[in-house]
C-alpha cells in the first residue's frame, strides 16, 4: 500500500512565524502534491512537483514556497505565517503513469494564531 | 462560476438504501474522473478512477461518468454505516493529468 506521512496531525503557531510543512511517501512516485481543504472551498492545490528540484504553482501559491530536494519528500514552507492560513493541509503523491490517481497524506490541522 | 459542482448535501440515509452523489462540471477537456471518500479528519483516499464515459463498478459501488452532459455520478448500493464519509469527486484532463479539479464533498450519513 502507498504510504504517504505528514510530519504533524496538528501544529499551533503564531503569526510572523516560519512555519514548515513535511510530507514523505514511500511509493517512489514522481509526482506529489500540496493542497489546502477549508469549509465551502474545497481542495486547492497550492503546488506540485513533477520532479526532484523541479515545482510548479497550483491555484493559490501566494504566501508559500515549497522544495523538494528527494524524490520522496515534499515540504511546504509558510514564510511568514498568517491567520488567514489557519487550515487543514493535505500532501497528495501519485506515479507517472498514472498521475490523476493520488494518494493523500492524512492532513495536517494548523492553527495560526 | 466553479469548474466542478458538487451536490453539496448533507446526505442522510437509512443502511441499505441506495445512494446516488452527482457532480456537473464545465470543462470539455475533463477526461479522468475520480471519486474519493474522506472519513472525519482523514485525508482523502481515492475510491474509484474513470476514464473518459461509461461505467464502472467495484462492489457496491458504481462510477457513471456522461459525457454529454458533463455529468457523473457515484452509486453505493447496499448502504452501511461505514460509508458515512465525505465523498469528493475530482476530474482532470489529458494535458494536465496531474492536476485535478476537485468538488467541494458531500457529506453522507448512512444511520443503522
Known amino acids: 500500500d502507498v504510504k504517504v506521512t505528514q510530519s504533524s496531525r496538528y501544529l499551533v503557531k503564531r503569526t510572523g512565524e516560519k512555519v514548515f510543512l513535511e510530507c514523505v511517501q514511500d511509493?517512489?512516485?514522481?509526482?506529489m502534491f500540496w493542497y489546502r481543504q477549508d469549509p465551502g472551498l474545497g481542495l486547492r492545490l497550492i503546488y506540485f512537483?513533477?520532479?526532484?528540484?523541479?515545482?510548479e504553482k497550483g491555484d493559490i501559491p501566494e504566501g508559500y514556497s515549497v522544495s523538494r530536494e528527494k524524490k520522496e519528500r515534499f515540504s511546504l514552507i509558510l514564510e511568514s505565517a498568517s491567520t488567514n492560513q489557519t487550515s487543514m493541509y493535505l500532501c497528495?503523491?501519485?506515479?507517472?503513469?498514472?498521475?490523476?490517481?493520488?494518494?493523500f497524506g492524512p492532513g495536517t490541522r494548523l492553527l495560526v494564531l | 462560476q466553479k469548474e466542478v459542482e458538487q451536490d453539496p448535501g448533507p446526505l442522510s440515509v437509512p443502511e441499505g438504501a441506495i445512494v446516488s452523489l452527482n457532480c456537473t462540471y464545465s470543462?470539455?477537456?475533463?477526461?479522468?474522473f475520480m471519486w474519493y471518500r474522506q472519513y472525519s479528519r482523514k485525508g482523502p483516499e481515492l475510491l474509484m478512477y474513470?476514464?473518459?464515459?461509461g461505467n464502472k463498478e467495484d462492489g457496491r459501488f458504481t462510477a457513471q461518468v456522461d459525457k454529454s452532459s458533463k455529468y457523473i455520478s457515484l452509486f453505493i448500493r447496499d448502504s452501511q454505516p461505514s460509508d458515512s464519509a465525505t465523498y469528493l469527486c475530482?476530474?482532470?484532463?489529458?494535458?494536465?493529468?496531474?492536476?485535478?479539479?476537485f468538488g467541494d464533498g458531500t457529506t453522507l450519513t448512512v444511520k443503522p
Open positions: 475530482a476530474m482532470s484532463s489529458i494535458t494536465n493529468a496531474g492536476k485535478s479539479t
Open positions: 470543462n470539455s477537456a475533463f477526461q479522468y
Open positions: 512537483s513533477y520532479d526532484v528540484k523541479m515545482k
Open positions: 474513470t476514464y473518459s464515459s
Open positions: 497528495a503523491s501519485s506515479p507517472q503513469g498514472a498521475r490523476e490517481t493520488q494518494y
Open positions: 511509493m517512489d512516485h514522481e509526482n
